[in-house]
């Protein structure tokens, strides 16, 4: 699965289990990828590298947009937020509306 923001294409990954939600992107280095939460905020405690995060409704709409977010931050929860994609630092270049997924390779 992928997740297309910008003209560009980065594999998805779902993070559908607690282990994987309670170590999403800790301690990752050189990250490639986009992971998707279910959930409406986040903290980048323990990270190793900045990343990009958006938040969207449950049809992908985009709500809010963080660019290039440092370790040791909150993202408090928001008011109907229902995902959130944590990406590679310096993915989200402009204003995006709504991000694509792709379901093929």
Do not use: Q
Not at 24 to 50: A, D, P, Q, S, V
């Amino acid at each position: 699965m992928y997740i297309v923001i910008d003209n560009r294409k980065i594999k998805l990954l779902y993070a559908d289990t607690f282990i994987k939600k309670l170590i999403g992107l800790t301690f990752k280095k050189n990250i490639n990828y986009c992971l998707r939460f279910r959930c409406n905020g986040i903290h980048t405690f323990f990270m190793k590298e900045n990343i990009d995060v958006i938040l969207t409704d449950k049809n992908n709409n985009i709500l809010y947009t963080y660019k290039d977010l440092s370790k040791n931050r909150i993202i408090f929860p928001k008011k109907k937020v229902y995902y959130t994609y944590e990406l590679p630092k310096n993915t989200i270049k402009k204003n995006i509306k709504k991000i694509n997924i792709i379901n093929k390779n």
